[in-house]
Nanobody, 121 residues
Framework: VQLQASGGGLVQAGGSLRLTCTAS????????MGWYRQAPGKQRELVAT???????DYADSVKGRFTIFRDNAKNSAYLQMNSLKFEDTAVYYC????????????????WGQGTLVTVSS
């Protein structure tokens, strides 16, 4: 199982970006899909997660600005980021809890390679 994240880039403050993360390989199911970020000199932090049942959780700093959604048929998660701020600058990582034949159908967390989001002030 591999996760591929994309969609990062340079954007002005107040602008928008949409990140995409797609899982490939032999996948039975994906429960939690999530986005995390790590700014320079800081620890990685949770941005948003969504369960297979649709429940979502957001960091307080992004509530009302970011939206996570998923397409189960495509094994993909998206992060719509609006009203971007300078402090949103970070490498964004996706993380999925995947059940697959390779994991003996036990949930295992996989990570994408990260995509850089730079917000200019």
């Amino acid at each position: 199982v591999q996760l591929q994240a994309s969609g990062g880039g340079l954007v002005q403050a107040g602008g928008s970006l949409r990140l995409t993360c797609t899982a490939s390989g032999s996948i039975f199911s994906i429960n939690v899909m999530g986005w995390y970020r790590q700014a320079p000199g800081k620890q990685r932090e949770l941005v948003a997660t969504q369960t297979s049942g649709g429940g979502t959780d957001y960091a307080d700093s992004v509530k009302g600005r970011f939206t996570i959604f998923r397409d189960n048929a495509k094994n993909s998660a998206y992060l719509q980021m609006n009203s971007l701020k300078f402090e949103d600058t970070a490498v964004y990582y996706c993380s999925f809890d995947v059940r697959s034949p390779a994991t003996r159908y036990l949930p295992v967390t996989f990570w994408g390679q990260g995509t850089l989001v730079t917000v200019s002030s």
